[in-house]
């Protein structure tokens, strides 16, 4: 380990070890000079005084204008509290506090100092009110930066960590005063949302989070209006979050988890030419990224990592597992699948089944097809009726899992069996299974079994009414386990194919079979029909057995592979897909966004008064750069687009194809060669009849109507059309460029 060298304070102010953070050139001295600002300043001098005083000390090499501009700008913010910064610094500070007591991970050295002094916007004088926001004024040098706050209208998707932090910054800047927040989020509070979502307390568990964080929000500052909305934003919930409502906001704001969530949201506001300030964090990283209508690139100009990237193959999970990861993610799919999907699955049947009697009659036949009858016969051949039926059920479950599943493959392929190549295979990364005997003595097998039972027993609607330790072990050891004999399965091992895409082996069931097992089921039953109970799964309530159920499982299965087993804690994280959150990366994200937010609401559009913000708290890395330009292409001599362009043609209620493809010709000098209405084709001329529509209404190729009055509402008054050209098929590179040009949205009135 190497040992950081850190000098006192009283070296470090005449010669400082200074981080430079903001990639601009024109800011690169800053660091410099304000650390000599920091090193003069005394609370009593008055700013006269302050800028007479540093003047002595002025770099030869530094414009005097502008280092008088600077000096004045510190000055007047060392008045004030900036609330952004606050939450910047705040966290790096407790990020270097947790490194100093538990020696991890890389401290500053020594100083780090940022400022946004192009945030600045007047030299005047300062007109205090004696209120809340006088620390505001202070801040941006007058009233101007306080009243656009007040006045603007911002949309933020998502309440979690960072979206509570970011309403905390909004609340203390009063944003929204005279204007409104609308907030939306679909989820619901969780116990382990509590450490690092710090607007949510325990009483708020299972609470709406955009609800519960609004109210918190007007608790600091109940001058501010929210609106909180409980909705996904997606295309499903377009008639909400529409073109209109897109256009009634000054700026979006992205707290979001996920990348398809953030493409959507950098879609329309692309579509719909809104600034967008994106963010994230995981663990000790962080970035925000700012995006600007006609002065950026989008989000989705970068290739971001594919979420399903790191998918494991089907045939790995299944079969070959190599790290208790994959041992995991397994059991979390059985947990769903046997408490969720079947569970369903029998209701959904006896629910189109009502009369299982008749249907046994129509079985008779065996080319009678019902949906799911093989399923379902399955599910039932096992059903418990008691709480002992439960406990065999599981000890029966452990055998197939943990001692047959073993056999099967290893019958397939022994020891020694070989690849086509002639190399053995069984090598790493694939292990061989181990066949594993129960035990009633071993802890781990016997909560495999209990924890199963007591879960069959809530989808079976069965009182556990056995709960000691002797009476479960004297039912198990009277449970009647069926042998294993060897039996040709197919075992999976191209890690290409997916689930979805196997191919349906032949089930052993016919249809004469199934009507035995629905006929000893009906017996069992009394002629009732009973539902079944299913279980979504919570790993946040400890007592409910869920991660019992995974922990063991998983185990029980890394240990048949040879792999190492998981304590609780990894199992819940890895099984309740726990993003890695930090508090403090939370804050200085949520700090650097709002500062750039405020910078949005400013409206001074210049490109490098921006910063995108790069972060690893671990490491001390801070970088700070202006935004990517937005990249202009060219599609031919005439015409040049970029992602934020937006073709338009407006007809009325007699204009035709020929009219809308001869105005894209005189307008963009393209020539049409396709359209497409999402899914529907248009215009394709190879298409036989497609020529004849020439002469047809837009309005009823696009609509199927012939008047603009049966339109029903104000968003059909429009359409979005995508179109291919000849002019982009293919290029002397053989390019296709038609992905590159902007949907046509055509307006029919």
Known sequence: MNNIQFEPLERQLQKPSLLFCDLNELKFQHPTLNHLFIRLYKSHLNCKEFLELVNQ??????????????????????????????SVFGGIVAQECLKSITNKFIPIKQWLILDSCEMYETNGHINLENDRYDEIRKCFGGNDTLLKLHQTQLFMVGCGAIGCEMLK???????????????????????????????????DIQRSKSIVASEAALKINSHINIKALELKVGPQTENTFCDSFFQNQNLCVNALDNLEARRYMDSRCVTNSRALIESGTLGAKGHVQVILPFLTESYNSQKDPNENEGDVPYCTLKSFP?????????????????????????????????????????????????????????????????????LQLARNKFEKYFANKAKDILNIYPSDHLMNDGSPFWKLPKRQPKPIQFDEENELHLSFVTSLARLLAQIYNIEQNVQDKDSILTIVKSCCVPNWYPVKKHIETDETKKKNDLSKLKDDLDNSKCAKIIENFLEKQNGSKKLLQFIEFEKDNDKNGHIDFIHAMSNLRATMYGLQNADKLHVK????????????????????????????????????KFRNNFLNLAISLFLLSEPGPCPKTKITDQCFVTLWDKWTIKGNESFT??????????????????????????????????????????????????????????????CDLYLTYEECDDDLNNRDKNNLCPPIRYFFN
């Open 322 to 390: 190599s790290n208790i990861e994959h041992c995991i993610q397994w059991s979390r799919d059985k947990f769903e699948s046997l408490f969720k999907i079947k569970p369903i699955m029998v209701n959904k049947f006896l629910d189109k089944n009502d009369d299982l009697n008749c249907l046994l009659e129509k079985l008779a036949d065996e080319n009678f097809h019902v949906e799911d009858l093989h399923k379902f016969a399955k599910f039932i051949r096992n059903f418990c009726h008691s709480y002992s039926d439960c």
């Open 57 to 86: 000390q002025r770099p030869s090499e530094i414009n005097l204008d502008y280092f008088e501009n600077l000096a004045k700008i510190f000055y007047e913010s060392q008045q004030a509290t900036y609330s952004p910064y606050s």
């Open 169 to 203: 910054n909004y609340a203390l800047l009063g944003l929204g005063r005279n204007a409104q927040i609308t907030i939306t989020d679909n989820d619901l509070i969780e116990k382990s949302n509590l450490n690092r979502q710090f607007l949510f307390r325990s009483k």
């Open 657 to 718: 194809l020929r009219q809308f493809i001869d105005s894209i010709k005189n307008k963009y000098k393209l020539t049409v060669s396709g359209i497409m209405y999402g899914a529907k084709s248009i215009y394709l001329p190879v298409m036989p009849g497609h020529a004849k529509r020439l002469n047809e209404k837009m309005l009823k190729l696009v609509k199927g109507v012939t008047s603009i009055t049966a339109l029903t509402n104000k968003s059909e008054n429009y």
């Open 573 to 608: 994280k890895i099984a309740g897909k726990i993003v890695p959150a930090i508090a403090t990366t939370t804050s200085v994200i949520a700090g650097l966004a709002t500062i750039e937010l405020i910078k949005v609401v400013q409206n001074d559009f210049k490109l490098e």
